[in-house]
Each structure stands twice: as C-alpha cells, then as structure tokens.
C-alpha cells in the first residue's frame, strides 16, 4: 500500500490513511439513478451531505462513463459543469474537488475557474492528447483509468489474454509518458468495468495487490457496478452491501482511494479495517 502524500494546491494528502472520494453526477443519466444531482439544489443538498458523512474529495463529472452512454458536446459538459462547480462552491468553498474529464479545455477551465485540484481521467491521457501537458502546467495531481475502448464501446467484447498484466503493462506506458511531462502527483485506477467482464473485474480486485510494484497511490472504482448487481442477480439500487464488502476487500489489498456513491459507508468500513489492521501479525 503506498503510504506517502500528494500535493492538492499546496496542501499534502496523506495517502496512508485511506480516503473516501464522493461522486457528484452531473449527468441525467448516469446508471445509478440515486446519484445523479441535475439541479443546483440537489448539487448543494448532494455536497452538504457527502462532506457531513466525511468525503475527502469530491469527483464531479458531467459526461456520463456508463456502457453504452450518449457521447456529450464539450460545449455541454462545460455549461454542467460550470452550473454544479458554481453551486458546489457556494456551500463548499475550500472542499477537495476532482474533476472527471477526459477533455483538456474542459479540466482548464475547472482548475482556472473553480479551483479544482484534481483531474480523474478515464481515458489515461489517450482521447486528448493536450490532458497531460494541461496536468503538468498546473501542477494538479492525475488520476490514469485503464479503459478498454470508449464509453460506447467499451463493453462489446472485451478480450485479454492476461487482464492483470496487460492493465499494468498500459498503466506503465502512461506513467512513462507523465514523467516526461514532469507530472509529479499519478494516482492509479485500474478501471473496474471499463472494457472488462465481470470475470475480468473480480481477477483483477483478487490481484490487486500487484499494482504495488508502481509505488503509487491506487484508486478503484467498484461502487455499486456490475460486478456487484450481476453476481447477486440484484439491482444497482440493491447493491450497498456488496459494494461495501469489495470496498473492504480493496482495502485489505492496498487501495488508496474508494470512489463511492455512498460515503457514510465507505467511512466506516475505513473505520473498521484501520481497526483490525492495528492487530495483524508481521
């Protein structure tokens, strides 16, 4: 588990403590229906809660990652996001934000507007090429996500011959790429459900534990996916419990970040695992 710190304008996180990111959806159609915020109201009301439950970051998005979502005008997603930061700021002003894009201009103008610190980009640098010079001039830790395809694509078919391997091998390729940009704060995210089976997914978390070799911090994604509600034959509604006993899982395997809906039981699960790990045997 990677136990040092990241610079967020100028303040160090310390990693070795896990942290708890709540997603704040700016989208209408985001596939858990629950966290979607379309309104100003509902961005305060969703923030003020995430904050009050003990987010540490909150990630905002405005361009929908699910299987098969519609492709967003850039135009469109800066209009959401502008409207949610501006609200979002109003209640929570010096709060801990990332910003999920995969657009250059778009994670700009929220670095230069709204004074996010964080840039989550599911693509890893490849659908915009400008994203990681944007990252190194403004100095914002980067989240790389392994995607297999696009939002639109992604899940027609996915095919690997060693997922575990080859997500590191293009994991790597990218931190390569970073470090020439002069990147100093990579965080990594293996991509749960993104370009992967459910099979994938759960060879994947039950491996997790080899991403330490990058000595980087390590998000995941696993919030209420399809690797949950499809092995339980449940709905993303349902899938709070299932959710919480893979975050444990992550967590006991190294994981940094749990990006997560429901941050109240994210924070405990932190809770009790920090507890348990004060006794393990060395």
């Given at each position: 588990m990677f136990t040092g710190t990241i610079n967020v304008k100028g303040h160090l996180m310390d990693l070795s403590i896990p942290r708890v990111m709540g997603i704040v959806n700016l989208t209408p159609d985001s596939f858990f229906e629950g966290s979607r915020t379309p309104t100003e109201k509902e961005v305060k009301a969703?923030?003020?809660?995430?904050?009050?439950?003990?987010a540490d970051i909150l990630d905002v998005g405005a361009y929908s990652s699910r299987p098969g979502?519609?492709?967003?005008?850039?135009?469109?997603?800066?209009?959401?996001?502008?409207?949610?930061?501006?609200?979002?700021?109003?209640?929570?002003?010096?709060?801990?934000v990332s910003v999920d894009t995969f657009r250059a201009e778009v994670a700009k103008m929220c670095i230069e507007e709204y004074g996010v610190g964080m840039v989550n980009d599911i693509t890893g640098g490849d659908a915009d090429k400008q994203m990681m010079e944007i990252v190194s001039s403004t100095r914002v830790p980067y989240i790389?996500?392994?995607?297999q395809g696009m939002p639109q694509t992604m899940q027609q078919a996915p095919h690997y011959d060693d997922v575990v391997k080859e997500v590191m091998m293009q994991l790597a390729e990218k931190v390569r790429r970073l470090h020439e940009h002069e990147v100093c704060d990579v965080i990594l995210d293996p991509g749960f459900g993104f370009g992967k089976t459910v099979e994938h997914n759960y060879e994947l978390l039950a491996k997790l534990?080899?991403?330490?070799?990058?000595?980087?911090?390590?998000l995941v994604g696993l919030s209420r996916k399809s690797m949950v509600y499809k092995t339980l034959d449940i709905t993303p509604a349902d899938a709070l419990n299932g959710t919480t006993v893979l975050h444990t899982l992550?967590?006991?395997?190294?994981?940094?970040?749990?990006?997560?809906?429901?941050?109240?039981?994210?924070?405990?699960?932190?809770?009790?695992?920090?507890?348990v790990k004060k006794y393990k045997f060395e």
């Open positions: 969703r923030v003020t809660m995430l904050l009050d439950e003990g979502a519609d492709d967003v005008p850039v135009g469109e997603e800066m209009t959401r996001l502008r409207q949610g930061l501006r609200a979002l700021r109003e209640v929570a002003p010096d709060a801990v790389i996500m392994h995607m534990e080899a991403f330490e070799i990058f000595e980087l911090p390590l992550a967590l006991s395997k190294g994981a940094n970040i749990l990006r997560v809906h429901d941050v109240k039981e994210a924070v405990e699960a932190i809770k009790l695992w920090k507890q």
